[in-house]
């Protein structure tokens, strides 16, 4: 276990909290899949934080084996995978809409092991690294929109319309991120704004196409627009049962909670273990028990923040931002979602909600951006090695030319050479 230790590079902070937030996600995932018990009617609930614990120890196998890789090796690797990435989505588009009866416009299914995959979350990272590694690459060189829109942004939209009809908050919040990241790597913002409005209009094409034409292919349109209509209305609804049970799981929970397993509103809220998981914890641990969950994000956060800052290339400082940035987002979001801040979009609580996909990505994320941390602690710790070495090479030095010169003094005492005019004044003594 030290040689485990001892062996995990880069950032120690970002490595504490993902332990953290991974350490904390266990008791509410274990009292909250009582729910997933009751309402599908088979395992129990020792099952269900067992397959967490694995889904736990695949995410950071994952991350030792990423952030062992060199993060220059994922510039190349980035243009490798988007084809495949496209393709898989278009797989996950034409699929069909269920698995084993429940909506899988999201997720394909891996043959032959019977896991369920989210394409979607594995399309987000390839794309913020293939993003970075444009950026890094045009620095300090003049662009133009047209040689910037075919080799940055025809494949940022392809990825994004594939995703777009299943899943439009992840669509969003991918798009938003990717601006904000071209924005951090100085891109024209004359650019940014025509692709932002080239992007909205895309936007309510494809909403008035799919809702002239809503059997022409799968989509989730009508039910992204009731999300919005609902959450702007007084009128009751499913979203609302969802988001009254959650509040009624916050309010429960007061300043201290109701203690560990002691929930009440996971009997009844849908997604308890996953989307609203942030109900149950406010529940289950109160107050103190939510503010700290926020507060592991929020110097999550700002690790990502420092360790942007320290990385010596354009490359490292853009991986961190993409990769890093959306994992606070997205947890900002669900929070918002719990306490109705926002409409209910299906983002889970990063490294903390149950599922296998979500953890496995975040995971990936972490790793890439530890392998960046990791780089830079290697060149620092070369440079403090290489002046300790010639701190050592100028002692020895200094030390040798000290005894070169106690040795010039002492042969100087011991002369038997003379120096007086008088060759007999050696003899009789006298100077």
């Not at 698995?99 to 092991?113: C, L």
């Not at 931002?321 to 959306?326: D, S």
Request: some cysteine; hydrophobic content about 50%; overall charge neutral.
């Amino acid at each position: 276990m030290k040689e485990l230790i001892n062996s995990l590079k880069g950032d120690k902070g970002i490595w504490s909290f993902v332990v953290l937030l991974a350490l904390i996600s266990f008791m509410p995932v274990f009292s909250a899949s009582a729910n997933l018990v009751y309402v599908i009617g088979k395992g129990s609930t020792i099952g269900y934080l067992v397959k967490h614990l694995v889904h736990i120890f695949i995410g950071f196998t994952l991350i030792y084996f990423v952030h062992k890789v060199p993060y220059h090796y994922y510039k190349g690797l980035s243009k490798i995978l988007l084809p495949i990435v496209a393709l898989l989505l278009v797989y996950t588009f034409f699929q069909g809409t269920v698995i084993d009866g429940a909506n899988a416009s999201r997720w394909i299914k891996v043959p032959f092991v019977g896991v369920t995959f989210q394409t979607s979350a594995l399309a987000s990272i390839v794309l913020m690294v293939y993003v970075a590694r444009y950026l890094a690459k045009i620095e300090g060189k003049e662009i133009t929109f047209k040689s910037s829109f075919i080799e940055l942004w025809i494949p940022v939209f392809i990825v994004l319309a594939l995703i777009l009809p299943a899943n439009f908050s992840t669509t969003a919040l991918i798009f938003s991120m990717i601006c904000m990241l071209v924005f951090v790597g100085k891109y024209p913002l004359k650019y940014l704004g025509t692709v932002i409005g080239m992007g909205i209009f895309m936007l309510l094409f494809f909403v008035t196409f799919a809702k002239a034409f809503p059997k022409a292919m799968p989509n989730r349109v009508d039910t992204w627009i009731s999300r919005i209509e609902r959450f702007t209305s007084d009128e009751p609804s499913e979203d609302d049962y969802q988001i009254e049970k959650a509040k009624i799981a916050i309010a429960t929970g007061k300043v201290y909670g109701l203690g560990p397993g002691k929930s009440v509103q996971k009997n009844f809220l849908p997604q308890s273990s996953s989307d609203f998981i942030f109900a149950i914890i406010v529940e289950e641990y109160g107050l103190l028990g939510g503010i700290g969950v926020l507060f592991l994000y929020l110097m999550l956060f700002f690790r990502f923040l420092v360790s942007a800052h320290k990385a010596k290339t354009l490359f490292g400082k853009l991986l961190i931002v993409g990769l890093g940035f959306p994992i606070i987002f997205q947890a900002l979001i669900n929070m918002g979602v719990a306490v109705e801040l926002l409409p209910v979009t299906g983002q889970t609580l990063p490294l903390i909600s149950s599922g296998g996909s979500s953890i496995w990505m975040t995971c990936v994320a972490v790793g890439i951006i530890l392998s960046v941390t990791k780089k830079d602690e290697e060149v620092e710790q070369e440079r403090l090695e290489k002046e300790e070495r010639e701190a050592a090479l100028q002692r020895m030095i200094d030390k040798h030319m000290e005894e070169e010169a106690e040795d010039t003094e002492t042969s100087a005492a011991y002369s038997i050479e003379d120096g007086t005019k008088n060759p007999m004044h050696a003899v009789m003594g006298k100077p």
